[in-house]
């Protein structure tokens, strides 16, 4: 293990130049323009290549054959392989994503979630204090991509929208109805996707932002006055943008619309090629330059990042795969059911990204921020700075369009 290290000539996303990254036991201690110093034993000279945090997954819903809604607290060996499986897909934490379904099973997968992160957190603080000599060789070391917290898509959403989400169990947007599904455990949820147009009653969206849950609205028929009310009452985000909505219409914007225009707003997408097409990911990526450009000190492709949408086959092969009462065929990594109602991708996150280099789409350090940088901004998650943990993807640009990554992770294993 590396006590101490540090990372020469890294590009870092909207800082011109070179920069030299020092790093002590498992923490980012110092970020410096590159200089000539003489080159230590212990230095990593990345040659100019980009340099940035793992990717975040805000929008996944399963993987190896386990989808989240049927976690259990007997499945956390299972989970953790999950999250072995993330790390090496480049993930460093996800929320790990309910769809709409009965409250047992949301009840019975958020006290697994719950126990896990626990658990991870325990393995964090072995690891920091091995670095100081506190524990014995052999002790747990491992500990993968870890669980920001739950993502409940639904059960909150409009039929009519529904998509691939089972019709039995949406519920009516009231108070008491958030409350029993939140229940005791709104420590461990992070996002709450809901149709704000399904409220019967006012401050559902504020009741939830004040558990310090993420609202995000999607598999909605809003308007854009709809939509403008609920950003109003705190809800930040949108659900896989374009999907499960209406289009964007010249006389009615609708939801991504309003929520484009909104500086508040961030919109999560996908892209497989499949979800949305790739002249309206050019629309959409233009509208994020056109609002960075608008505002100082803003991200790239402002307001805009990217998801997975993954399900539980993620990380196995085509086929066709249970999935609640029901099935979906996998066919090129596209899920969909029976009918040919479309329900997800086996695409890994990071492929998303080097689709939109490959298709001419955005550059390599937009789509680099699109699954780094920007889910934290949407999340209010500190980007790299001094004290992050030291867990570096390496991006190269080895031919046009091509873009590729590797894990650098001083110090730290899954």
Same mark, same amino acid.
């Given at each position: ?5 540090? $990372? ?24 410096? *323009?590159?200089?000539?110093? *003489? ?20 929008? $996944?819903?399963? %993987? ?26 480049? $993930? ?22 719950? /126990? ?31 669980? #920001? ?48 147009? =399904? ?5 559902? $969206?504020?009741?939830?932002?004040? =558990? ?17 009310? /609920? ?21 009615? *914007?609708? #939801?991504?619309?309003?929520?484009? +225009? ?15 097409? &790739? ?30 949408? %993954? ?36 695409? *890994? ?36 700075? +001094?004290?992050?943990? /030291? ?16 894990? #650098?992770? &001083?110090?730290?294993?899954?």
């Amino acid at each position: 293990m590396f006590d101490s290290t540090v $990372i020469r000539n890294a590009r870092l996303l909207q800082k011109p130049g070179l920069y030299q990254i020092s790093i002590e036991g498992h923490q980012v201690k110092h970020i410096s *323009p590159e200089t000539s110093t *003489p080159v230590r034993p212990s230095s990593i000279d990345i040659a100019g290549d980009w340099l940035s945090l793992g990717a975040v997954d805000l929008q $996944i819903n399963g %993987a190896l054959g386990l989808a989240f809604p049927d976690l259990r607290l007997t499945d956390l060996g299972p989970l953790q392989t999950i999250c072995d499986l993330l790390w090496h897909q480049g $993930i460093d934490s996800f929320c790990p994503t309910i769809v709409t379904t009965s409250l047992e099973n949301f009840h019975g997968s958020l006290a697994a979630i719950q /126990a896990f992160k626990e658990q991870q957190q325990n393995h964090l603080k072995q690891q920091n204090q091995l670095k100081q000599g506190q524990l014995k060789k052999g002790q747990p070391k491992r500990t993968g991509a870890q669980v #920001l917290g739950a993502h409940l898509e639904g059960p909150f959403l409009n039929a009519a929208k529904r998509g691939a989400h089972p019709a039995e169990y949406l519920q009516p947007l009231t108070l008491d109805n958030a409350k029993t599904v939140i229940a005791d455990f709104a420590e461990v949820i992070s996002i709450v996707t809901l149709a704000p147009e =399904q409220a019967v009653e006012a401050g559902v $969206i504020s009741w939830l932002t004040g =558990q310090g849950i993420t609202v995000s609205l999607g598999h909605s028929l809003a308007t854009a006055q709809q939509a403008i009310a /609920a950003f109003e009452q705190g809800a930040t985000m949108v659900t896989h943008a374009f999907n499960a909505m209406p289009g964007l219409h010249h006389r009615e *914007p609708g #939801l991504l619309g309003a929520a484009l +225009i909104d500086s508040r707003v961030h919109c999560g997408f996908i892209a497989d090629g499949q979800h949305i097409c &790739p002249t309206m990911l050019d629309l959409l990526l233009r509208a994020g330059r056109g609002r960075a450009d608008t505002r100082a000190n803003r991200p790239l492709l402002d307001g805009l990042f990217l998801v997975s949408d %993954a399900l539980s086959p993620l990380g196995l092969p085509d086929g066709t795969y249970p999935w609640d009462s029901r099935q979906i065929e996998v066919v090129n990594g596209t899920a969909r059911l029976a009918d040919g109602t479309l329900s997800g991708t086996t695409l *890994p996150l990071i492929d998303g990204a080097l689709n939109l280099v490959k298709w001419g789409l955005c550059s390599a350090e937009e789509a680099i921020a699109l699954v780094t940088q920007a889910p934290r901004m949407a999340m209010d998650i500190t980007s790299l700075t +001094i004290g992050s943990r /030291a867990q570096f993807l390496r991006w190269q640009q080895t031919a046009h369009r091509k873009l590729t990554w590797q894990r #650098l992770a &001083p110090g730290i294993k899954a």
